[in-house]
């Protein structure tokens, strides 16, 4: 069953959810792939793949997250920031996505999941003008890092972190993160259901203007 799927897949990552936030994922599951049929906002279509691609693998990211006030840049279909505002219910989620039709899908999330927690913007990256800068921004599968640091930087609050999700690291892509910032960190993701695939997340700040 899906529901012990991810029970189990939640304590290898050592995660403590309680059952109304497991079934809360499971309906934010269901929701998605309903939903998927109309809005294209997935490739997966079954539960099961569900579970282990959407919802334990951006969960993995949970040990790692710090902040009161993150953003999921390019949420689509609410990943990874709806299944972190379910596990976070603490801290305030803004999800933002330039496509209309997603973010019509993630206020309707919103509502029947009842995440008071989340609020969703409408709004491309460099026009979005928040009242306040961000502790983190997260970005899972959305972008470059260059040009995710760069589309971003007017929204990171000066000690703020970068969060990406990534497959494998690119040499390259990481040579070309500017110059103003540094990995703090760099972390080897083991998703349950995926240990035959890399994950990785790259933890990102601007650097430090005294630092040798």
């Known amino acids: 069953m899906i529901s012990e799927t991810l029970a189990d897949g939640v304590a290898q990552l050592g995660i403590d959810l309680s059952e109304a936030q497991q079934n809360r994922l499971l309906d934010y599951l269901d929701l998605l792939i309903k939903w998927n049929r109309v809005y294209n906002l997935t490739a997966i279509s079954d539960h099961q793949s569900g579970v282990v691609r959407h919802l334990l693998d951006s969960l ?3 040990p790692h997250i710090d902040g009161e006030q993150l953003l999921d840049v390019g949420s689509g279909g609410g990943l990874p920031g709806i299944p972190l505002a379910i596990c976070f219910p603490e801290k305030k989620f803004t999800l933002l996505d330039s496509n209309s039709k997603k973010t019509r899908f993630l206020v309707q999330a919103k509502g029947e999941l009842g995440l008071n927690n989340l609020n969703v913007v409408h709004s491309r990256i460099e026009e979005f003008r928040p009242k306040r800068p961000f502790d983190t921004i997260l970005s899972r599968a959305f972008a470059s890092l260059k040009d995710i640091i760069t ?7 000066e000690e703020g972190r970068v969060v990406a999700m990534k497959g494998q690291i690119d040499s390259a892509e990481v040579a070309e993160i500017p110059q103003s910032y540094q990995i703090e960190k760099m972390v080897e993701l083991s998703v349950p259901g995926l240990e035959q695939e890399q994950r990785h997340l790259l933890i990102i700040k601007r650097d430090s203007p005294d630092r040798d």
């Open 60 to 62: 993995a990211v949970a």
């Open 151 to 157: 589309l971003t930087a007017h929204l990171l609050d």
